[in-house]
C-alpha cells in the first residue's frame, strides 16, 4: 500500500470495532507512526490493539466522559504526540418508539452521539496541528428519516451540523472538518445495539443489495477507505462537506 500517512498520529474514538477498527487498521497500512484507539470495553479494545501490532495504542475510554477525554489527551501528552488528524467515529445506534421513549434513552444517544463528539473535538483541539483533519461520522439516517430510530438519526443530523460549523471556527488554523456518512454497513452496531438475528441481518443485507446500484452491503474497510481521503492531503480542499459512502442507496 502506499505510505501517504507516514509519521502521522492519529486518534480513533470507538476504534476497537467495525469502521473505528478498520480506519485504524488502514491507517497503519499506510505508514502511520501512531494511532491511539478508544472504546469502553477493555478486552475488546486491547484485542484489537493485538491485531493492529505496536503502531496502536488502545485507551480505555467512554466519550460521553469529560474526565475519560482528559486521560485519553492526558495519554497522548505521556508520548509528547501532536495530533494529524481525528476521527470522531464512536457512537451508538438503538431504535426508539416514539411514544414509549423514556428520558434515560434520549439522554444515553444523545450523550454517546452528540456530547461524545463535540467533547472529543473540544478536548483534543489544544494537541491538534495547524491544517490537521478532523473527520466526525454521522450516518445517511440523518437525512433520510428512517422509521424507529428518531433519536440516532437527529443525533447524526447534529454531527453533520458541527462539521459546517467547525469548518469556519477552525479557519484561522487551517484545520478542516467534513462529515462522513455511512449507508448500510455490516458492523456488530447490528447486533449490539439493533439487537438484530443472523435472519434479520441477512434480510437487510438483501434489501440493501436490491435497493443500493451498487449490489450489495458495505463491509467497514470500505467505509475505512473514504475516511482516510478525507484525512489525507488528497482532499486538503475539501471542507465542511458531508461524504456519502452508502454505494448509491439515498441518492436515488
Not at 26 to 36: F, M, N, P, S
Not at 149 to 162: G, T
Not at 176 to 205: C, H, W, Y
Amino acid at each position: 500500500m502506499s505510505a501517504k500517512f507516514l509519521n502521522h498520529v492519529s486518534v480513533v474514538t470507538g476504534g476497537s470495532t467495525g469502521i473505528g477498527f478498520s480506519i485504524a487498521q488502514a491507517l497503519i497500512a499506510q505508514g502511520t507512526k501512531r494511532v491511539y484507539i478508544t472504546g469502553r470495553s477493555a478486552r475488546t479494545l486491547n484485542k484489537a490493539a493485538v491485531q493492529l501490532g505496536n503502531a496502536a495504542v488502545a485507551v480505555v475510554s467512554d466519550v460521553s466522559s469529560l474526565s475519560d477525554l482528559e486521560n485519553l489527551k492526558s495519554e497522548i501528552d505521556k508520548h509528547g504526540d501532536k495530533l494529524d488528524s481525528v476521527f470522531a467515529n464512536a457512537g451508538i445506534c438503538e431504535k426508539n418508539e416514539m411514544g414509549k421513549t423514556g428520558e434515560a434513552e434520549f439522554d444515553k444517544t444523545f450523550e454517546i452521539n452528540v456530547k461524545g463528539v463535540f467533547y472529543t473535538v473540544q478536548t483534543l483541539l489544544p494537541l491538534v496541528k495547524d491544517g490537521a483533519s478532523l473527520v466526525l461520522t454521522a450516518s445517511i439516517c440523518a437525512n433520510n428519516g428512517m422509521e424507529g430510530l428518531s433519536l440516532y438519526n437527529a443525533s447524526k443530523a447534529a454531527v453533520r451540523s458541527f462539521a459546517r460549523t467547525w469548518a469556519n471556527d477552525f479557519r484561522d488554523r487551517k484545520i478542516r472538518v467534513n462529515a462522513l456518512s455511512p449507508g448500510f454497513t455490516l458492523t456488530s452496531l447490528m447486533e449490539n445495539g439493533l439487537n438484530m438475528d443472523k435472519e434479520q441481518i441477512e434480510t437487510m443485507k438483501e434489501n440493501t443489495a436490491r435497493n443500493a446500484p451498487a449490489g450489495y452491503m458495505a463491509e467497514p474497510a470500505e467505509i475505512a477507505t473514504a475516511a482516510l481521503f478525507l484525512a489525507s492531503q488528497d482532499a486538503k480542499y475539501v471542507n465542511g462537506i458531508e461524504l456519502t459512502v452508502d454505494g448509491g442507496v439515498s441518492q436515488i
